[in-house]
């Protein structure tokens, strides 16, 4: 069974600073996906990762997966703070019938201060 | 550039009701998905689906069951609603054979009282 741990869970950081959010999951995990989330909203794809090695860059944020260590992470470059909001990573576990959904980490809440 | 739609966004309903909860996708999805979203317990699959009429539990079913009549649609029922299943239930569709980006709906964020 899939289990996806993020951490840090919570995070406050200035902008123009760097930081890095990390994503450790338990078994093979074919994909890795990023998402954001804002407050009262749906979740929104910002990367999916198809294979060890792979590196992923949207303007200020960065993901990388390494599926030896079985770790992702999501760095973040001069944080503004528009970026405030609620990551989530998640892996994906495959079945004889298809997709079997999405197991997703706890999620980190970023929080990014003038 | 609508792609997955949830037929409320909020819904207030009594202990003992019946719910129904409807998601629509047009991207021609095999793979559908319904999950909850609680405040420190993240988002947690209920069911899901891999083809029409197909239906598979996932880490959270009691109380659910699902309904999967055409491609498109991917319905979620609380036969009897209760109060803990008060949250943000979240639709999703992923496309069969690339497993690529899974796209979320809006949500429908329900209140049983």
């Known amino acids: 069974e899939l289990k996806v741990e993020q951490n840090p869970l919570f995070l406050s950081m200035q902008e123009g600073k760097n930081y890095t959010i990390y994503c450790n999951y338990s078994?093979?995990?074919?994909?890795l996906y990023w998402y954001r989330q804002d407050p009262g909203k749906s979740l929104e794809s910002l990367f999916v990762?198809?294979?060890?090695?792979a590196v992923k860059q949207e303007g200020r944020l960065m993901a990388s997966l390494d599926t030896k260590a079985r770790l992702s992470t999501l760095h973040i470059t001069a944080a503004v703070h528009d970026l405030s909001a609620t990551y989530f990573c998640?892996?994906?576990?495959?079945?004889?019938?298809?997709?079997?959904?999405?197991?997703f980490g706890k999620g980190t809440h970023l929080i990014i201060q003038p | 550039d609508v792609k997955v739609t949830q037929s409320s966004r909020y819904l207030v309903k009594r202990t003992g009701e019946k719910v129904f909860l409807e998601c629509v996708q047009d991207?021609?999805?095999?793979?559908m998905f319904w999950y909850r979203q609680d405040p420190g317990l993240g988002l947690r699959l209920i069911y899901f689906?891999?083809?029409?009429?197909?239906?598979e539990k996932g880490d959270i079913p009691e109380g659910y069951s699902v309904s999967r009549e055409k491609k498109e649609r991917f319905s979620l029922i609380l036969e009897s609603a209760s109060t803990n299943q008060t949250s943000m239930y979240l639709c999703?569709?992923?496309?069969?054979?690339?497993?690529?980006?899974?796209?979320f709906g809006p949500g429908t964020r329900l209140t049983v009282l």
């Open positions: 998640a892996g994906i576990e495959y079945s004889g019938g298809g997709a079997d959904g999405l197991t």
């Open positions: 689906s891999y083809d029409v009429k197909m239906k």
């Open positions: 991207m021609d999805h095999e793979n």
């Open positions: 999703a569709s992923i496309a069969g054979g690339t497993y690529n980006e899974q796209f």
């Open positions: 078994t093979t995990s074919d994909r």
């Open positions: 990762l198809l294979s060890n090695g």
